[in-house]
């Protein structure tokens, strides 16, 4: 699918509630990256990680966490603090090495009931 | 760091003609202008991009245009079909690989 996954394709969440995106990649990417989607606004970075163990936040972070325990792996969690989760969120990566733009996950819609 | 302007919005053609959007950029650093094509509930898909030390890119249908000096590059599409339906999003990457910026779309209906 591309080299890079998305899991689940589709997500509810409870006022409250903590949830998890998954997103891997078998393209041996150097950095990977979470942007959000809303109609009308383009894609605005929430996380990215250059290196394992290492990420920065973007330009909407909060409400947001991300882990970088393995190349392959960059999950995301909207926390509760995250007032407007309901987004399209696509996981892109790239390499560093060779600059070619970035390869998209297909994205997960999250909706909050 | 990077900002990008993307217009217009929306743009409807019949099939067969020709289609163009058009981006501005701020970071006259900027060097690397790619442009997606995303159907819809899809994931984004590269379709051609440009470098800044190139004027102009053609693949088949599809041509990109680069003017540095006012800071904006195009998409041009040819004899468009109704495949070519989507939204548009042009992106120009700063001083460094995270520092990408996206437009805000432009989504093209090509009636047939």
């Known amino acids: 699918d591309g080299g890079i996954t998305q899991s689940p394709k589709y997500l509810f969440r409870k006022e409250g509630q903590n949830v998890t995106l998954s997103c891997e990649q078998n393209?041996?990417?150097?950095?990977m990256y979470w942007y959000r989607q809303d109609p009308g606004q383009g894609l605005r970075l929430i996380y990215y990680?250059?290196?394992?163990?290492?990420?920065q936040k973007g330009d909407i972070a909060e409400g947001y966490s991300v882990s970088r325990e393995k190349k392959e792996s960059f999950p995301l969690t909207v926390t509760s603090a995250q007032k407007n989760p309901t987004a399209f969120y696509l996981c892109?990566?790239?390499?560093?090495?060779?600059?070619?733009?970035?390869?998209f996950g297909s994205g997960t819609r999250l909706t909050v009931v | 760091g990077e900002n990008v302007e993307q217009h217009p919005s929306t743009l409807s053609v019949q099939e067969g003609d020709s289609a163009v959007i058009k981006c501005t950029y701020s970071d006259s650093a900027s060097n690397y202008f790619p442009w997606y094509k995303q159907e819809l509930g899809k994931r984004p898909q590269l379709i051609i991009d440009?470098?800044?030390?190139?004027g102009e890119k053609k693949d088949q249908r599809i041509a990109v245009t680069l003017n540095k000096t006012a800071k904006h590059f195009s998409l041009h599409i040819t004899e468009t079909q109704p495949e070519d339906s989507a939204v548009y999003f042009c992106?120009?990457?700063?001083?460094?690989?995270?520092?990408?910026?996206f437009g805000a779309g432009t989504r093209l209906t090509v009636k047939p």
């Open positions: 992106a120009a990457r700063g001083r460094n690989n995270n520092d990408m910026r």
């Open positions: 393209l041996n990417h150097d950095a």
């Open positions: 990680s250059q290196i394992v163990n290492d990420f």
């Open positions: 892109a990566s790239t390499s560093d090495r060779y600059f070619v733009g970035y390869t």
């Open positions: 440009i470098r800044s030390n190139v």
